[in-house]
T-cell receptor, first 116, second 113 residues
Framework: KQEVTQIPAALSVPEGENLVLNCSFT??????LQWFRQDPGKGLTSLLL???SQREQTSGRLNASLDKSSGRSTLYIAASQPGDSATYLC???WGAGGTSYGKLTFGQGTILTVHP | DAGVTQSPTHLIKTRGQQVTLRCSPK?????VSWYQQALGQGPQFIFQ???????QRGNFPDRFSGHQFPNYSSELNVNALLLGDSALYLC????????????FGSGTRLTVV
């Protein structure tokens, strides 16, 4: 059974700090891993998508890595800003029965607060 | 280019009633998945539709059903609503295959009283 776990559940940092959010998963046969941002009461905004053949992806101040052998992904946020405050979710895609389609399995999320 | 559109944004229903939620996928996407997100939890997969058929289903009772139309839009129906069905319902679209990643809508907030 594929499971995704995120640590910590909540994180509070001062503005300007670099930070790392952690995501672990139980099945190394992952197709891809996607990081999302969710503002309170809102939908999910995709931040980064890492394919199983890739080690990392970067977008602006965000960098996500994927290590299939250890079952880990990290989201690095540089020079954090109050506007980065949100819940960050990671989700793994494993396909279904060897096919390339299937559900995403989500972690519980990390609630990030960046205070001025 | 419009992303994923969901309607309505909010609704309140009484226990035992039925509800229909709607989703229009992002342009160029042909696969629609539905997720339920309870407060403080990660989204849970309900089912996925492709070529107008349910292709994969999560651990949800038969009270949850869906449909996909020829234009790829989709509906989620929930019968005999329970208080525990109160949640944010998210629609996600993709081009056939999880490898392409998913685009999510803003969700429908369902409250059952």
């Amino acid at each position: 059974k594929q499971e995704v776990t995120q640590i910590p559940a909540a994180l509070s940092v001062p503005e300007g700090e670099n930070l790392v959010l952690n995501c672990s998963f139980t099945d190394s046969a992952i197709y891809n891993l996607q990081w999302f941002r969710q503002d309170p009461g809102k939908g999910l905004t995709s931040l980064l998508l890492i394919q199983s053949s890739q080690r990392e992806q970067t977008s602006g101040r965000l960098n996500a890595s994927l290590d299939k052998s250890s079952g880990r992904s990290t989201l690095y946020i540089a020079a954090s800003q109050p506007g980065d405050s949100a819940t960050y979710l990671c989700a793994g895609g494993w396909g279904a029965g060897g096919t390339s389609y299937g559900k995403l399995t989500f972690g519980q999320g990390t609630i990030l607060t960046v205070h001025p | 280019d419009a992303g994923v559109t969901q309607s309505p944004t909010h609704l309140i229903k009484t226990r035992g009633q039925q509800v229909t939620l709607r989703c229009s996928p992002k342009s160029g996407h042909d696969t629609v998945s539905w997720y339920q997100q309870a407060l403080g939890q990660g989204p849970q997969f309900i089912f996925q539709y492709y070529e107008e058929e349910e292709r994969q289903r999560g651990n949800f009772p038969d009270r949850f059903s869906g449909h996909q139309f020829p234009n790829y839009s989709s509906e989620l129906n929930v019968n005999a609503l329970l208080l525990g069905d109160s949640a944010l319902y998210l629609c996600a679209s993709s081009r056939n295959g999880v490898r392409h990643g998913y685009t999510f809508g803003s969700g429908t907030r369902l409250t059952v009283v």
